[in-house]
T-cell receptor, first 120, second 112 residues
Framework: DTGVSQDPRHKITKRGQNVTFRCDPI?????LYWYRQTLGQGPEFLTY????????KSRLLSDRFSAERPKGSFSTLEIQRTEQGDSAMYLC??????????????????FGPGTRLTVL | SQQGEEDPQALSIQEGENATMNCSYK?????LQWYRQNSGRGLVHLIL?????REKHSGRLRVTLDTSKKSSSLLITASRAADTASYFC????????????FGAGTRLFVKA
């Protein structure tokens, strides 16, 4: 296993179209995260999964965004009716659960290369 | 809005000098992490410091955490041109979940 992979790496679409991105995490990781990053900014949290359960979803995520992780392995992020403001890099990360150690659980995240979305 | 705010936004130094970046955050955290992102490449985890730790070292990196001031600093000693990158602090909120909030980053440029 060579790390987190994302597909496609680049996607150009027209406004109003639907797009779907895929993320394959490191195989033994049970946590998976989606972020969005625009130029000059840090990654913005979108959502995360523990196994197949989506445990938290950012208020930034409108109803046009949906994420799934059906078997607790790979995940998909779908954006419906894309808008120009959706243009960004979409990053996926995974981490192990690590258990509870001291004041909290260890959750170093391993990031994929991202999918760059351009909405025309 | 972002939880973490890095300072400075940009930093330019000569190779061999030390670089210090600061991060402030707003709410109670479980841990704080620093990541590096090279131009056009993915984020790489550098170091994690837990809320009950005050200082941590990893190679040329030194991280401090002051929970009373809700701030952290990252020191890179003897910088190299290859350290040129954006550096982000990320806080794992102490909410029982694993939501991680990134700051806007410090852009470090190390001149050879």
């Amino acid at each position: 296993d060579t790390g987190v992979s994302q597909d496609p790496r680049h996607k150009i679409t027209k406004r109003g179209q639907n797009v779907t991105f895929r993320c394959d995490p490191i195989s033994e990781h049970n946590r998976l995260y989606w972020y969005r990053q625009t130029l000059g900014q840090g990654p913005e949290f979108l959502t995360y999964f523990q196994n197949e359960a989506q445990l938290e979803k950012s208020r930034l995520l409108s109803d046009r965004f949906s994420a799934e992780r059906p078997k607790g392995s790979f995940s998909t992020l779908e954006i419906q009716r894309t808008e120009q403001g959706d243009s960004a890099m979409y990053l996926c990360a995974s981490s192990s659960s690590g258990g509870w150690v001291g004041t909290g659980s260890y959750n170093e995240q391993f990031f994929g290369p991202g999918t760059r979305l351009t909405v025309l | 809005s972002q939880q973490g705010e890095e300072d400075p936004q940009a930093l330019s130094i000569q190779e061999g000098e030390n670089a210090t970046m600061n991060c402030s955050y707003k709410t109670s955290i479980n841990n704080l992490q620093w990541y590096r992102q090279n131009s056009g490449r993915g984020l790489v985890h550098l170091i994690l410091i837990r809320s009950n730790e005050r200082e941590k070292h990893s190679g040329r990196l030194r991280v401090t955490l002051d929970t009373s001031k809700k701030s952290s600093s990252l020191l890179i000693t003897a910088s190299r041109a290859a350290d040129t990158a954006s550096y982000f602090c990320a806080t794992a909120l102490n909410t029982g979940g694993f939501k991680t909030i990134f700051g806007a980053g410090t852009r470090l440029f190390v001149k050879a």
